[in-house]
């Protein structure tokens, strides 16, 4: 089965030759140039997330608990009679602290309960959901950035898929979904709906 390093250097070279292509036909610039790149490198990896041991799943953990942790020094920090804030500095960092440890073990114990080794994140309608989430956190930077996000992010998770295929001599990688057809429904139903707003979000006049 091929490894973290596979997996990353395949798609960061799959992503890096669209964005040059993007770059030099239709003049992607930033910040749909690194974005796009993101989204792709990102993608490669994003199946593993199911792999208890894997970096991507750690790194989950990483994120979560730190982006609660900004959350909770941002608020303590704030200027406000709302539970005597500002904090003094020891207090904010311990309430840092703890918010990292909880939502990094949270989100590690979530993952790890909901998915299955060359389960749900290892199925066709991922590369579409992740690419659709993607986009949609960056519909406000324009049509060229949310297709260029899109797109790379399909091409990302897909070279993922195609290597443990090719690797395994196996479909299983691109199965349809899951075995559990409500399961499955209820997926690729979020799939359409999420790709469905976020590729018509940006063409919608805002004034």
């Known amino acids: ?7 990353l250097g395949a798609s960061a070279l799959a992503s890096a030759v669209l964005v040059a292509y993007g770059e030099a036909a239709y003049g992607l610039g930033q910040p749909a140039s690194g974005l796009a790149f993101l989204a792709g490198v990102a993608g490669g990896v994003l199946p593993d997330l199911d792999s208890d041991s894997s970096i991507p799943l ?3 953990g990483i994120v979560a608990g730190l982006g609660a942790a900004s959350a909770v ?3 303590a920090m704030a200027d406000s009679g709302v539970f005597d804030r500002p904090w003094r500095p020891l207090t904010v960092a ?3 602290l703890a918010a990292f440890v909880l939502f990094n073990a949270l989100t590690l114990k979530v993952i ?3 998915t299955v080794h060359r389960g ?3 199925s066709f309608p991922i590369p579409f959901l992740y690419a659709g989430v993607f986009a949609l956190l960056i519909s406000s930077q324009g049509r060229k950035t949310v297709m260029a996000v899109w797109i790379l992010g399909v091409v990302g998770v897909f070279t993922h898929l195609v290597m443990d295929a090719v690797r395994d001599l196996s479909f299983n990688p691109l199965k ?3 075995s559990d057809i409500s399961a499955s429904t209820r997926l690729w139903f979020g799939t359409a ?8 979000y940006p063409f919608i006049p805002l004034s």
């Open 120 to 122: 749900l994140f290892h």
């Open 58 to 60: 750690r790194f989950s």
């Open 1 to 7: 089965m091929p490894n973290f390093n596979y997996h």
């Open 73 to 75: 020094a941002g608020f």
């Open 112 to 114: 790890k309960k909901i």
């Open 193 to 200: 709906l999420v790709n469905l707003l976020a590729l018509i």
């Open 94 to 96: 311990v309430a840092a």
């Open 176 to 178: 349809f979904a899951t």
